[in-house]
């Protein structure tokens, strides 16, 4: 071949809503050689891999496996597995991604109510328990950290709401899980799902996924069989469980990646790296300030790893993220839905949240504006 086009790849500072900066530890993950999937030393990783998502999900629950997918088939993983058709569920949205829940739930056959709070405002817990307990559902479902609007919602505070027995709980970590606390044990969480490519640092393609005792015997007396081959946990636990009977082919090497991206997690200590996130945060807030900008969230609810700003009047947002992209050579998101050509969306999630790119970003924006 004359050209290969993977030569031209340039090296751009990613600080979007995702995908994140991979560190180079875990690019050397992904080239170790490929084994099997069922080949012994395999296993052995694969073991360590569910003890370390249990670690960084603060969970003891059995079923832990990365699901082979980005953040999105962990989600439908969630509902396809927990829902049969006429269940009702009650999906909290105050953004893409718990709109993003409806349609998933709604293509399942659910009775599907929702609860819609302004985007860029949390969900409020009152309002949610009042809901509660007029409803037989079987399932909750919210976003923690919404990254289309940086808004943190409250999911110890709902979790902890009265609900009926079989009400089970389903948080959506993909944007918190690596970057702020998340307990899913202590929250009274069921269900949980993330996604590598934005505060683990490692490229989109697995979905970390656990369900507690509660949702595994949900899973086990199903009236009828998972609507979904792929996706079908009953099965995959197979694979990842002592039987180590073949679903479907292990991402060998993406796994090696997301053990890789964990072991450097708990290397650095996750107090630190939670208070890195929270620095980095304070410190571009201050930055953004400075230089007039306002922020969408207000402070107590915003997402350490996701900031929104508005972008000025008479000036055209996309023009400017295209300019830090040619000239700087940084990405940034624009914002979604209502929120399309009004905000900026600016990550600092994991290996990337550190004070040397706030600075960088800083003065890149200051010469765009
Ligand atoms: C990114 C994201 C998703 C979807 O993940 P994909 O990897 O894009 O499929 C879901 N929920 C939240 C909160 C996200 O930030």
């Not at 999900?57 to 509902?79: H, I, R, Y």
């Not at 569920?89 to 893409?96: K, T």
């Not at 929270?278 to 930055?287: D, E, I, K, N, P």
Request: aromatic letters at 6%; a negative charge; proline letters at 6%.
């Amino acid at each position: 071949m004359e050209r290969n086009l993977l030569d031209n790849i340039e090296e751009i500072l990613l600080m979007g809503p995702g995908p994140s900066c991979v560190p180079p530890e875990v690019y050397r993950a992904l080239a170790r050689p490929t084994l099997g999937h069922l080949d012994a030393y395999f296993l052995t990783i694969m073991d360590e891999l569910k003890i370390l998502m249990r670690r960084i999900m603060n969970t003891e629950n059995d079923l832990a496996v990365p699901v082979s997918g980005t953040g999105s088939a962990g989600m439908e993983a969630c509902f396809v597995n927990l829902l049969e058709p006429g269940d009702r569920v009650l999906v909290l949205i105050n953004g893409v991604f718990g709109a993003r829940m409806r349609e998933v739930a709604s293509r399942l056959g659910a009775e599907v109510e929702v609860m819609d709070f302004p985007w860029g405002t949390p969900v409020i817990p009152s309002l949610v328990g009042e809901k509660l307990q007029d409803g037989d559902y079987r399932l909750l479902a919210v976003v923690h950290g919404e990254t289309s609007t940086g808004v943190a919602n409250p999911v110890a505070e709902i979790g902890a709401l009265p609900r009926q027995d079989d009400c089970l709980y389903l948080v959506d970590a993909v944007t918190s899980l690596g970057g702020m606390e998340v307990k899913m044990d202590a929250w009274g969480i069921d269900a949980l799902y993330s996604g590598t490519q934005k505060c683990l640092s490692c490229p989109p393609g697995l979905a970390p996924l656990s369900f507690s005792p509660r949702a595994t015997a949900r899973l086990n007396s199903r009236r009828g069989k998972v609507p979904n081959w792929y996706l079908d946990l009953s099965m995959i636990v197979d694979y990842w469980g002592k039987k180590r009977v073949y679903h479907h082919t292990a991402p060998v090497n993406m796994l090696y990646g997301l053990y890789q991206a964990l072991e450097i997690i708990f290397a650095e200590g996750i107090e630190e790296v939670f208070a890195r996130h929270r620095r980095c945060h304070a410190l571009l807030v201050r930055g953004l300030e400075e230089l007039g900008l306002r922020m969408v969230v207000d402070e107590p609810f915003r997402l350490p790893m996701l900031n929104t700003v508005y972008c000025p009047t008479g000036v055209d947002e996309a023009a400017v993220r295209r300019r830090l992209r040619t000239e700087h050579r940084i990405e940034i998101g624009g914002g979604l839905g209502p929120l399309a050509g009004k905000i900026w969306r600016i990550g600092l999630m994991g290996h990337g949240a550190v004070e040397e790119n706030v600075g960088r970003f800083l003065s890149a924006l200051r010469a765009t504006l």
